[in-house]
């Protein structure tokens, strides 16, 4: 007998999971549509953004095991999830393990830049990532990504005014053109090229 699956839904900026040990009614969720951000908060107000999760993705993965949470999980878009049944199908278990394999990875792959490269070189890395999301849109112009100055800072663990520096040399440079809440990746070759070079750290 196939279990039903709940199907829930959040708005953009709605905060799904907080800090802290899961509760018995916490579940795991997989991203339908929309993207998630899960992100650490520090006590002066300073977000880093840990993972994105887009469609097909898994988070909130600690209920399984009643582990602390340590990040706040927040609807970055209109969101789409279903909770997977605490009894999941192997092939399910089989997906998730496969998913925090590779946000495992990803995550050792963002130590390393914010170990080695400029925040220059971060923010392209940054640009790149949030372009292959719900985020970004082809449009007549190009490829627009809708992001905050906030939102970028958290994504390269920086502040907004700093990153707004950044931004600015990056459009200065060719790379994008950057306006009120959205930035046109002009030369995403370029920015890949600069994603790829390590730098001279911080």
């Known amino acids: 007998m196939i279990q039903a699956r709940e199907t829930v839904s959040f708005k953009p900026g709605e905060v799904i999971l907080y800090p802290g040990v899961p509760g018995p009614r916490d579940r795991v969720y997989r991203v339908l549509q929309g993207l998630v951000r899960l992100e650490a908060v520090d006590g002066e107000g ?85 372009s292959e999301t719900p985020l970004a849109k082809e449009e007549e112009e190009g490829l627009v990504l809708r992001a905050t100055h906030d939102e970028l800072a958290a994504a390269v663990g920086s502040v907004r005014e ?14 994008i053109r950057s306006g009120y809440g959205k930035i046109l990746l002009k030369d995403i070759r370029g920015l890949e090229e600069l994603a790829r070079s390590r730098g001279d750290g911080r």
């Open 46 to 130: 300073n977000a880093l953004t840990l993972r994105l999760v887009r469609p097909g993705g898994y988070f909130g993965e600690e209920a399984l095991f009643g582990l602390e949470r340590g990040y706040f999980a927040e609807a970055v878009t209109e969101v789409v999830a279903e909770t997977l049944p605490k009894e999941a199908p192997p092939e399910e278990v089989k997906d998730l393990l496969c998913h925090l394999s590779q946000a495992l990875s990803n995550a050792y792959r963002r130590i390393e830049r914010l170990a080695t490269q400029r925040l220059k070189n971060r923010m392209a890395a940054a640009l790149l990532e949030l």
């Open 162 to 175: 700093t990153v707004t520096k950044v931004i600015g040399e990056l459009a200065r440079e060719g790379y």
